[in-house]
């Protein structure tokens, strides 16, 4: 049995589906990789996006900082692999993680522990 190696673009490929949820050029944002702690700019990331949704991957250790699935008037977006998402030099969006946040997904959507 053949099994092909997945093909990646770089993180610029992701650009259109990512622009549906942010307002900012994701692309030109600096994230840090929650297993390997490198920051890169996205568009640095290796993209997957013939899958049933977008997701990227680390060029240092292949972490998977960021999902994005979209379909049915809904989506669902995992930023747990990333420790920060960098927009501009003038603010930074902190991700929400299981580990120090008390966010979590569950099955009525994502929000805070308890709810």
Known sequence: ????????LDGN??????????TFD???ALGQC?????SSRMAETHGYVATPGVAIRCPG???VPLRYVSGAGQFWLDMRGLNYLH????????????R?????????????TGS
């Open 13 to 22: 490929a992701a650009a259109g589906a990512l622009s549906e949820i942010f």
């Open 87 to 98: 927009p501009s030099e003038r603010w930074r969006v902190k991700v929400a993680s299981a």
């Open 34 to 38: 929650a297993s390997c702690e490198r």
């Open 100 to 112: 120090t946040s008390g966010w979590r997904g569950h099955s009525g959507g994502w929000g805070p």
């Open 1 to 8: 049995m053949n099994h092909a190696t997945p093909v990646f």
């Open 26 to 28: 994701v692309t030109a």
């Open 61 to 63: 250790c292949e972490g």
